[in-house]
């Protein structure tokens, strides 16, 4: 049983294809209890790494062990194949072939992002074939499939009938390299160098007036409220300053001017700015609501308003108020009535309503901005400061708040719906316990979900727009017309066929409408974290998956991440839409480092190609990796860390060879009655029983860094330490039919089956292949966990060892360590142990030779108090090297002892 594993591994996995081993893995199972495991989608972009790896193999491993225990488990696997990287992906090959991507329909590029979205499928599928993952591989769940996408549809119908789904021209992240809307899910934080100014807006003379206070202390100053900002491109949609009802405000005489703040900031504005200056007024934020200020570069006022968003933890508390650039903004901007100013076009240049600065891109402008601030007196101070700023999930670039028409599903709604996940959250077992509040803070603090993107490859907004009245049409019937056009024409229809074509018979419209080519196709796609989010739905709830899953599932199990992504976006649609949460249990992992627990990239050089690794050492040392440490914190990935994974293996595969090396000439008919099993062996099996269950604990918890630990534990020390080199003089020099022997061996081919079996979710080339030389029936993975009834007298046949072990063989093999160091004796079989009789009453009880137990050539009971160890008497045997008197009796085998004599004559 040699290793090999980079050679044998492949041709393993070409048997499993071939006798369909999956397959009929699951079949058995067809009539048992379903656990319903939902594989979430990987993106179908570039090769698998070692997240990837973590990933599958975890849910391997929980596959496998569900239908070995007792439950049918399917494996649908998934893939996500829409969306902004792959998209990206075809215009750079396009560009690389010199080709005009604008000379192309929509539906040219949709068919090259669909041909490249099939190719990394095909290979990442062969990927995790490699990696020994069991899934019903030939039938997947890919989210550009066109009864997928015809399931989308008409969950976007569901929600749309709630009237949660609504149409709204609002902030969110925008990224200007890709032209895009945003989700959060798709926002990374870094760093980025941002200018940070102190601007002051000086208030105008009639508002001046509503402020007797402030009026007499300026005595003909102007009075400026003074506002900071690390955006300065956002100024040209200033249209209000917004300050706390609860705060008051100091105005501050700089010699020539008033300048107000937040009493709070004062002391820090000035030790920021290197004014100086004296309050000498102070009044309440309440005071200056709906009075007006000067706009300092456009010829517009600002509106001053109340927020409570506005705080002390930096800035003056007073905060510049651009609706149309931040969340906040637009809220207390809706309650003033302040336009949704956001001119900025999709590429991030501003628009010819910004005089001056008109095609400028925005980060651009700060410099230019900052300058005519100078210019004109109204800029205090200005910095550069590094902070964490949001940027784009693939570009990598900063983004912006910029407010576009979107399509929303409201959190706060007529449904509301974030109430109801909130609730839904608290029924789901989150593993680890901290998942509930990770998720919990998530969900509340969210914003309305934008699920409108302005790209080409993904899911067309199947909604219908009036051209008389604009009127939207998005009602649940004419989502579901869609969703059957699509079931048997593709969604490419929607960009081939006009508007009245794809609209249900009798669609009509506010203003009464109902000539159909009198509408308009909305041109934005599904955000793809919507495609992915409604797979509950595509798939558990699919007619024809029922046989093989249900909804809702019993697991979800992905990355941290997920608890922002994909478990979040399938909780609100699930919720929305069927009215509970998609799963029972959600289990998350951490992700994958480097040694030095840093994030790996191809740019650092940090990056360990799992394919490859296996190509050089195996999968299997992979599928170790994964549960040597507790995977649900973040695992870091070395070649140290190899080196001990391999070590352990060896130990594993050796305790396998040495089973299956000392069964060569057994068979199951050999097997001696329960009752007849020797002690020792017995004490093996009960052993065995009991790392059985530490396994099984292991698996049930989803603790699979405590199954390492138990298995190596067991290998080593129980097996390998102990019990096995207490075997090896039975094995070899007992007569081949002895009972001794074969007892042994029963109890080895025992042991053995129930590893393979037992480990196999794990270790599963190495299991199957131990099956193979076991000669068991089918594949390993047709077996259920071990599972042995229990047997009278075999916990105390154990527990009679167990003490002979601790009472006796611990202080024999110190003294005859003793002996040994004084070169008394060299192996511990030239000698022969007294040991004292008060402590050796219960030796008559154990059915075994005590001498082998401790690998002497002779024990006895002394008279002493003492263990005492001497050379043995008597001749060495040729074949078991005992020092016995009967060496040499036999004339016809003078070099062998009585029992070694029997042995070579073939009697037992």
């Known amino acids: 049983m040699k290793a090999s594993l980079p050679q044998r591994e492949p041709e393993q996995v070409k048997r499993w294809e071939a006798d369909k081993t999956y397959a009929r893995m699951a079949e058995l199972r067809r009539n048992r209890p379903m656990f319903v495991f939902h594989d979430g989608p990987p993106y179908a972009n570039g090769n698998i790494h070692l997240g990837h790896t973590l990933n599958k193999v975890l849910k391997d491993i929980v596959v496998k062990y569900k239908n070995m225990n007792g439950f049918h488990t399917e494996f649908i696997p998934g893939w996500d194949c829409h969306g902004l990287p792959i998209e990206l992906g075809v215009e750079k090959k396009l560009r690389e072939e010199k080709k005009d991507k604008n000379s192309l329909s929509k539906v040219d590029i949709r068919k090259l992002c669909k041909e490249y979205a099939h190719s990394f499928i095909d290979k990442q599928r062969e990927q995790f074939k490699r990696l020994g993952c069991f899934a019903d591989w030939a039938n997947p ?238 800029l205090i101070k200005v910095n550069q400061i590094q902070h964490s700023y949001p940027h784009c999930w693939r570009c990598n670039k900063p983004v912006i708040f910029r407010a576009t028409p979107q399509w929303f599903i409201g959190m706060d709604g007529p449904t509301k719906l974030r109430q109801r996940a909130s609730e839904e959250i608290k029924k789901v077992e989150w593993i680890p316990a901290w998942g509930i509040n990770r998720i919990q803070g998530m969900v509340e603090g969210r914003p309305d979900w934008c699920i409108s993107r302005q790209r080409v490859w993904g899911v067309p907004i199947t909604v219908f727009y009036c051209n008389k009245c604009d009127d939207a049409i998005s009602s649940q019937e004419s989502f579901e017309h869609v969703a059957k056009i699509f079931d048997q024409h593709g969604p490419n229809v929607w960009y081939e066929w006009p508007a009245e074509k794809l609209m249900a018979p009798g669609t009509k419209c506010k203003c009464g409408e109902t000539d159909t080519t009198h509408f308009r196709k909305e041109t934005d796609i599904l955000d793809v974290w919507f495609d992915s989010g409604v797979s509950h739905a595509a798939v558990l709830a699919a007619p024809k998956n029922q046989s093989k899953v249900h909804w809702p599932a019993d697991l979800y199990l992905e990355g941290s991440d997920q608890h922002r992504g994909w478990f979040q976006t399938s909780l609100l649609t699930a919720v929305e839409g069927r009215n509970a949460a998609p799963f029972k249990r959600v289990l998350t992992h951490g992700f994958v480092n480097d040694k030095e627990g840093k994030k790996m990239s191809k740019s650092k050089g940090n990056v360990t190609d799992p394919l490859e690794f296996a190509g050089k050492n195996g999968a299997e040392i992979l599928r170790l990796w994964v549960v040597i440490e507790d995977y649900r914190n973040d695992v870091n990935f070395s070649m140290e860390t190899v080196d001990r994974i391999s070590e352990s293996y060896r130990k594993i595969r050796n305790t396998f060879r040495y089973i299956l090396g000392n069964l060569y000439d057994y068979d199951a008919s050999m097997a001696p009655k329960d009752a007849e099993f020797c002690d020792l062996d017995h004490w093996a099996l009960y052993r065995t029983e009991q790392f059985l269950e530490k396994l099984r604990n292991a698996y049930e918890s989803y603790e699979f860094h405590l199954a390492y630990h138990a298995l190596v534990n067991f290998c080593a020390v129980d097996l390998s330490a102990l019990y096995f080199d207490i075997l090896k003089d039975r094995l070899y020099t007992s007569p081949k039919n002895s009972k001794e022997r074969r007892s042994s061996q029963a109890a080895l081919h025992k042991i053995g089956v129930a590893l393979a079996a037992g480990l196999a979710p794990i270790l599963s080339f190495t299991a199957e292949e131990v099956w193979g030389f076991l000669k068991q029936k089918g594949s390993v993975f047709e077996a259920d966990f071990p599972v042995w009834a229990p047997l009278a007298g075999r916990e105390a046949a154990a527990k009679r060892l167990d003490l002979f072990f601790e009472t006796v063989r611990e202080p024999a093999n110190k003294a005859l360590e003793t002996a040994r160091a004084a070169k008394e004796i060299g192996l511990s079989l030239d000698a022969e142990v007294l040991f004292p009789h008060s402590k050796a009453l219960e030796l008559e009880a154990i059915r075994e030779d005590l001498s082998g137990l401790l690998k002497v050539s002779r024990f006895a009971v002394g008279s002493g108090d003492q263990v005492v160890v001497k050379r043995a008497t008597g001749n060495k045997c040729a074949r078991c090297w005992r020092y016995l008197p009967e060496v040499g009796k036999t004339p016809a085998h003078p070099e062998l002892c009585g029992r070694c004599v029997n042995a070579v004559e073939g009697q037992s």
């Not at 517009?300 to 927020?307: A, C, K």
């Not at 609706?323 to 949704?340: A, E, F, I, S, T």
């Open 141 to 378: 769940y890919l989210t550009m499939s066109d009864d997928y996408v015809a399931n989308i549809v008409r969950e976007l119908g569901r929600i749309s009938k709630t009237g949660n789904l609504y149409k709204g021209n609002k902030p969110v992240y925008w990224c200007a390299t890709c032209a895009t809307a945003l989700a959060d899910a798709e926002i990374e934080y870094a760093d980025h160098s941002s200018p940070s100014i102190h601007v002051k807006f000086y208030l105008q003379d009639t508002s001046l007036k509503k402020l007797p206070a402030l009026n007499d202390a300026a005595k003909r100053k102007k009075v400026a409220l003074v506002i900071w900002t690390t955006t300065p491109w956002t100024l040209p949609a200033n249209l209000g300053i917004a300050l706390n009802p609860e705060f008051e405000y100091a105005a501050i005489d700089t010699g020539s001017e008033l300048l107000v703040v937040a009493e709070g900031l004062r002391e820090k504005f000035l030790a920021d700015t290197g004014l100086s200056g004296k309050k000498v007024a102070t009044l309440k934020g309440p005071e200056f609501e709906n009075l007006e200020a000067d706009h300092p570069f456009m010829k517009r006022t600002s509106l001053i308003i109340l927020g409570e968003h506005v705080t002390l933890e930096a800035g003056t508390g007073a905060v510049h108020t651009a609706p149309g650039h931040g969340v906040d903004d637009y809220k207390v901007g809706r309650k003033y009535g302040l336009d949704v100013l956001a001119p900025v076009n999709a590429y991030g240049k501003f628009t010819d309503d910004v005089p001056h600065w008109a095609g400028l891109k925005v980060f651009e402008a700060n410099k230019p901005i900052i300058e005519a601030l100078t210019a004109s007196g109204h």
